[in-house]
Every structure is written in structure tokens, then in C-alpha cells.
């Protein structure tokens, strides 16, 4: 099969568009033939080297294809069928995993994080991360939904408890979690004050349901959330830039708000004032991907139409150099897919 590959960790550069084997399935695994694959900050961060793994090494978790080969003992897939990827791959048989924390397994890895993933013609799955396709989307639609919208949903509703009328600061509307979240809190009737770098992404997030919205490349972020509040505060932020946005994110709850976040695009040190966080009754939270019946919950209200996946780009996949480095300029509003 073709793939993209890095035989090392590095630059752009490392990314190799070359031959490379066709994955092996076992007797429980599901071959898929890859016709989209959207990109996520994690595939950049893995091709730099954030952790260590066998190379040379095959990065995406978004995948949208057709069943290639299923192994003896599947009993639900066969051949030729459409499917979506669920890219959180857990071990099925420990106490989170059948309490359906899956999420919280101890084995839990991204798909394409500790074994190859979809930045290829071929990859392979456990039969449990496989999905009905959502009919009516492209290829391109249905590769952009899964890990984006299952990190927002968890990190709304399972984790920040979002309620209705709940005031929401979402930073990074021009990301794909960015995007989704927006979605999420009007679909539960929240309030949306967004953030992003140029008046374009911000008119697109308004688009999207956007109440609100600040260009952080000319106006203080809590400055405006104080003046757009009324000087309350937000009672979530949806943090996953990290270090350039934290302290602002920070200063922008209110009394009894809670900050959740998923990333650190920016850098990963931050500080906080002790003295707001026990005065008024703060909470930090921290979230990571989501369970896999959140994401088929959330895939009824894709099948709708109430969320949307949102696609900046399309590359072939010989391309994918220039794919990521798309996403490095943060030149994107939404998904960057990868056409196979």
C-alpha cells in the first residue's frame, strides 16, 4: 500500500509519502480501505517526537473507508461496507472499559498513536472501534467528525456539566474542537462567546451559532468577556490552547465556574492564582477523548444535521506534508482531510 510515514521524528521533512506493507488483521481485527483522513494537532506532535514508538510509523486517527478484509472471528462487518473509525482504542476487559469509562483504560491509545493509523490506503482496527457510516456526509465530512466532536461533547457535557444557559468561552474557534463546541453549546442552549485571531474565522464562527465574539489579535480576551458579561464571568471555559491563552481563560470565570481543557497547542506551563481558585470556588478539569457511547449518542445528532462537521481543506494524501503544514500556520477554520 501507499502511505505517509516518518522514519524519525522531526520537521515537515521527515514525512515520507512511500510503499510500506499492508497491515496483517487478526482473527478479531477489521482491515479497512482508507478514503479519508482528517488531521489533528496530535499527528504533529507524534511527528515530533512528544512520545517514543517503533519507526518508521503511520500517524491519523479520523478514518473514514470500506471494509477490505474482516478476520474469522467478526461477526458483525464484512466486506464492502461503509464504516467510520472510533479513534479511541481501549482493551475491552478491565474494570473501566466494562463500566464504560473506555476512556479511562489504563491500555487506552489514539488510533494511529501507539500503532499505525490512517494516513495510508489500508488500516487496521479491533472490530469494537468499528461504526455504522453516517449516510448523507462525504468521505471528507465523515472523517472530520469523530475526534473532535467526541473531545467537545466529554469535555461540555460529561465533564464542565454544562447546563442550559450556561455562559461558554470557547478559545480557538477556528480549530476542529473549536468548531464542534460551538455546535454543542447552542445545540444544548448555551450562550457562545468565541475566540480566534482574525475577524474571517470570527465571522465563520458566527455562522456556526456564535454569540459573541473576540479577535485576540487586537482586543484583551478578558477584558472583552468582563465588558460582553457585564463583569460576571463565564461560567465555562473550553480551554485547549494551553500556555498563550491560559491566564486569560482563567480570569474570564465567574463565581463557581470551571475551566476544562483537552490541550496544549501553545506550550504546557501555566500558573494560577491560588487565592481565585479557593475564593471563588473555581474548578479545573481536565479531559481527555471521550467514551464510545457519547460518540454514538453525538452521531444521532450528526445523522440529523444539528451538528455539523466543518472542512477547511482537502489534500490527496501524497500531500500531507503541506496538509500539516497548513495546519502549523493556523491558516484553517475546521477540519484539514486527508483524501486517499
Not at 503511520?58 to 464504516?83: C, L, P, S, T
Not at 478559545?171 to 475566540?195: C, D, E, M, N, P
Not at 464571568?233 to 485547549?240: A, L, M, N, Q, R
Amino acid at each position: 500500500m501507499k502511505a505517509v510515514r516518518f522514519h524519525e521524528h522531526g520537521g515537515l521533512d521527515v514525512l515520507r509519502y512511500e510503499d510500506a506493507p499492508d497491515p496483517v488483521i487478526s482473527s478479531t481485527e477489521v482491515l479497512v480501505r482508507v478514503k479519508a483522513c482528517a488531521l489533528n494537532h496530535l499527528d504533529i506532535h507524534l511527528r515530533r517526537g512528544v512520545r517514543k514508538m517503533s519507526l518508521p510509523h503511520i500517524v491519523g486517527a479520523d478514518v473514514a473507508g470500506e471494509i477490505a478484509a474482516a478476520g474469522a472471528e467478526v461477526r458483525n462487518w464484512k466486506a464492502g461496507q461503509k464504516v467510520l473509525l472510533q479513534p479511541g482504542v481501549s482493551c475491552g476487559v478491565c474494570p473501566a472499559c466494562l463500566s464504560g469509562d473506555d476512556n479511562l483504560c489504563r491500555q487506552y491509545a489514539v488510533l494511529g498513536s501507539a500503532g499505525d493509523g490512517g494516513y495510508a490506503e489500508l488500516v487496521k482496527v479491533p472490530e469494537a472501534n468499528v461504526m455504522p457510516y453516517p449516510e448523507g456526509l462525504s468521505w471528507e465530512q465523515a472523517a472530520a467528525v469523530p475526534l473532535v466532536f467526541l473531545t467537545a461533547w466529554h469535555m461540555l457535557l460529561n465533564r464542565a456539566r454544562m447546563r442550559a444557559g450556561d455562559t461558554v468561552l470557547v478559545i480557538g474557534a477556528g480549530s476542529g474542537v473549536g468548531s464542534a463546541a460551538i455546535q454543542i453549546v447552542k445545540l444544548f442552549h448555551g450562550r457562545v462567546i468565541t475566540v480566534a485571531g482574525s475577524d474571517a474565522k470570527l465571522a465563520k464562527a458566527r455562522e456556526l451559532g456564535a454569540d459573541e465574539t473576540i479577535n485576540h489579535a487586537t482586543q484583551d480576551i478578558t477584558a472583552e468577556v468582563k465588558r460582553i458579561t457585564g463583569k460576571r464571568g463565564v461560567d465555562v471555559v473550553f480551554e485547549h490552547v494551553g500556555q498563550a491563552t491560559w491566564n486569560h481563560s482563567y480570569m474570564s470565570l465567574a463565581t463557581g465556574g470551571r475551566l476544562v481543557t483537552c490541550g496544549v497547542t501553545s506550550g504546557y506551563e501555566a500558573s494560577i492564582d491560588l487565592r481565585y481558585l479557593f475564593s471563588k470556588n473555581l474548578s479545573l478539569i481536565g479531559s481527555f477523548m471521550g467514551r464510545k457511547d457519547e460518540l454514538i449518542e453525538l452521531m444521532e445528532f450528526v445523522k440529523q444535521g444539528k451538528l455539523k462537521p466543518v472542512v477547511d481543506r482537502v489534500f490527496p494524501l501524497a500531500e500531507a506534508r503541506a496538509a500539516q503544514e497548513h495546519i502549523e500556520k493556523r491558516e484553517q477554520f475546521g477540519k484539514v482531510v486527508l483524501q486517499c
